[in-house]
């Protein structure tokens, strides 16, 4: 049997599908990483309120991280409302 070496030429409907399973993917991705970082606010959540602080965090912030869109990145608005405290205290 002969092995083909050319790559046979693509229509304009397979780059379509390929185009379309790439957004897929990507969103498939990132909406992994979001159950990822919400995991992460759960393991935060079980720290005592002392080393919250410590990080600039407090109960709420988590909460509030949590009714986060799914699709966006709750880590981020932590991040804000850490650096929010930290810019209040100087």
């Known amino acids: 049997m002969a092995m083909i070496t050319e790559r046979l030429p693509q229509s304009p409907a397979t780059e379509g599908w390929r185009a379309a399973a790439a957004v897929a993917a990507r969103r498939f991705k990132a909406f992994g990483a979001s159950l990822t970082r919400r995991k992460a606010i759960h393991d935060l959540s079980r720290l005592d309120d002392r080393l919250l ?3 600039g965090l407090t109960r709420s912030d988590l909460q509030a991280a949590s009714r986060w869109s799914l699709w966006g990145d709750p880590t ?8 929010e405290r930290r810019a209040a205290r100087k």
């Open 53 to 55: 602080a410590d990080m």
């Open 76 to 83: 981020d608005r932590l991040a804000e409302a850490a650096e």
